[in-house]
């Protein structure tokens, strides 16, 4: 029982130290990506990952889960042919999967971008296909390492994937930007299109240096099946000796558990992808010109042209949900490393165990989102002016109150990923659906009811958001408790978590309020910073909602076999 709590905390640490250097990466990554493209090539960019990502999710989300899960039941019961087997037949699995999504990116490019009115997202959209097929064989590899509760290849190749997409996405991007600005300076034409203003111009790049920055990511990706390959191919090919016989059987065992929850996560992803969909589409319906009011010196600084409005706009929403998204981010590697540990105290009917097991995994979760939540909302716009405030300041000005929503309400996008991960572990992943398609529902109609509206634009689907990921975390919570007999402690899960926080917040500007006052703003950011990072840590230990015992058993924590 400690050995497997050990390995969870070891793989969830190493998790959650390779997700801060991911989101360090990005971070780094978007500053110059934006002042290549601008928020309207981000409106172009993030329309390939919202088609790119409902296949990701299945890819990502659903088979790996599925294999961890048949690898670790099988190791536990010392099956090391039938362990072969499962990779052999999973191999058969995710090539055919992953080639039939490129072919589908593909072929659903144009009328997906003429659905949400931005068809110069095509090249994007193109570009991003290759990384789908990528993104399947390295998770074949991952998931297979995960089911012996070794996350190396998932850390290590999120950290691959993540560095080569932000060089190679800043090289192709830079290039394809200063060429054709420069064709354009010489001879006043993009690609053959005689353009009358910069404006013009700008308007006919935007959509190609986008698609190179897209290019970056496959090549992210493929360098990252290289990786993961390769490792495990060193790490177990001696374990596990080849073993002659058809895989048919594995490969409908692995179909047979997936489907549950491909159905989930195709669910769960249609949902954001329709949401994403219904924005764009929302947006177009709004009253125009009183939508271009609401952000006129937004525009002005972008010097957007007046076709681009909503995918500008809708590039502002993408900037804010970089940032909502990246404490969600941290907290998918606890979900992601709970899997096996999970499965095992499931399987082995340790019910009181698996209790005290999820609690743990969502105090920790719940910690990270109101922490973190509280922290973006106190200093969102210090935080944007850090990413974008050198060469995209109308971003800062456009996502600034967006982010701040966010953060108060960053518990429902953390806790509700691993909560579905929890729900997923025990083989309830059937039972999710339904949470899901009444989230889906209630996200589309909020959007036509209120995104369509100029007033409320963005932040109607800010709302539709956070009510969604609210009836996904309360049903899924509820499907634990009543299949699995898991038994909540609130005040340890919760409570502790919210008190700790939002005292943080208030102590931070009470404290910085009475003793400090900067006239320089990254100065007054870094003070607050440590000063919020001293109470939180002094109240998370006085309350004990982060306990020494727990501390020590990660120190003594051994390197994943």
Not at 42 to 51: Q, S
Not at 249 to 269: M, V
């Amino acid at each position: 029982m400690n050995n497997i709590k050990q390995k969870y905390i070891n793989s969830a640490v190493l998790l959650l130290a390779a997700s801060v250097i991911v989101k360090i990466i990005s971070a780094v990554y978007k500053i110059p990506l934006t002042s290549f493209i601008g928020a309207t090539g981000r409106g172009y960019f993030n329309t390939a990952y919202n088609l790119y990502m409902p296949l990701h999710a299945v890819i990502m989300g659903a088979f790996p889960v599925a294999l961890t899960h048949l690898i670790s039941k099988y190791r536990e019961k010392g099956d090391p042919e039938k362990v072969y087997k499962l990779k052999k037949g999973g191999a058969i699995l995710f090539f055919c999967v992953g080639l039939a999504g490129t072919t589908l990116m593909l072929l659903a490019a144009t009328p997906y971008a003429n659905a949400v009115s931005s068809p110069k997202s095509v090249p994007a959209i193109c570009a991003m296909a290759p990384a789908v097929f990528f993104s399947a064989a390295a998770a074949l590899n991952r998931s297979f390492a995960e089911g012996h509760m070794n996350m190396v290849p998932t850390s290590v190749g999120q950290i691959i994937e993540a560095a080569f997409k932000m060089i190679f996405g800043l090289l192709f991007s830079k290039y394809v930007m200063g060429a054709l600005y420069t064709v354009y300076l010489e001879t006043g034409q993009v690609l053959g299109t005689v353009c009358s203003s910069e404006q013009q111009a700008l308007s006919c790049i935007y959509p190609f240096t986008s698609a190179a920055a897209v290019g970056g990511a496959a090549v992210g990706a493929l360098l990252c099946w290289i990786y993961c390959s390769a490792y495990v191919r060193v790490k177990y090919a001696s374990a596990y000796p080849a073993v002659k016989g058809s895989v048919s059987p594995e490969i409908k065992e692995i179909l047979s558990f997936s489907l549950p929850i491909i159905l989930s996560t195709l669910i769960q992803s249609l949902s954001s992808f329709l949401d994403n969909a219904s924005i764009q589409y929302c947006l177009s319906l709004c009253d125009q010109q009183e939508l271009r009011f609401a952000y006129q010196q937004c525009l002005k600084i972008g010097n957007t042209a007046e076709s681009d409005t909503v995918t500008y706009i809708y590039g502002l929403f993408s900037s804010a949900n970089d940032l909502k998204m990246l404490f969600p981010g941290f907290t998918m590697a606890l979900g992601v490393a709970a899997v096996p540990a999970l499965t095992a105290a499931y399987e082995s009917g340790r019910r009181v165990y698996l209790s005290s097991l999820i609690n743990s995994i969502f105090k920790y979760t719940s910690l990270i989102a109101f922490a973190g939540g509280f922290y973006l909302s106190l200093h969102a716009k210090e935080l944007l002016e850090i990413l974008y405030g050198g060469s995209n300041y109308d971003i800062v000005l456009g996502c600034f109150d967006l982010v701040k929503l966010y953060g108060y309400t960053m518990l429902f996008f953390c806790l509700s990923g691993a909560v579905v991960f929890s729900v997923q572990a025990i083989g309830c992943a059937a039972k999710s659906i339904p949470s899901f398609i009444i989230a889906a529902v209630i996200r589309v109609g909020l959007n036509f009811l209120l995104v369509s509206d100029a007033r409320f634009n963005i932040y109607g689907a800010a709302f539709s958001d956070i009510a969604a990921y609210a009836v996904i975390l309360v049903c899924n919570l509820h499907i634990l408790s009543k299949y699995a007999g898991v038994k909540y402690s609130f005040a340890q899960m919760l409570f502790k978590p919210f008190l700790c926080s939002i005292l943080s917040y208030f102590l931070t500007i009470f404290t910085y309020n009475a003793l400090f006052e900067f006239n320089n703003g990254f100065t007054s950011f870094v003070v607050s910073s440590l000063i919020y990072v001293i109470i939180l840590t002094f109240l998370i230990i006085v309350s004990k909602t982060v306990e020494f015992s727990e501390l020590k058993i990660l120190q003594h924590c051994k390197k994943t076999a």
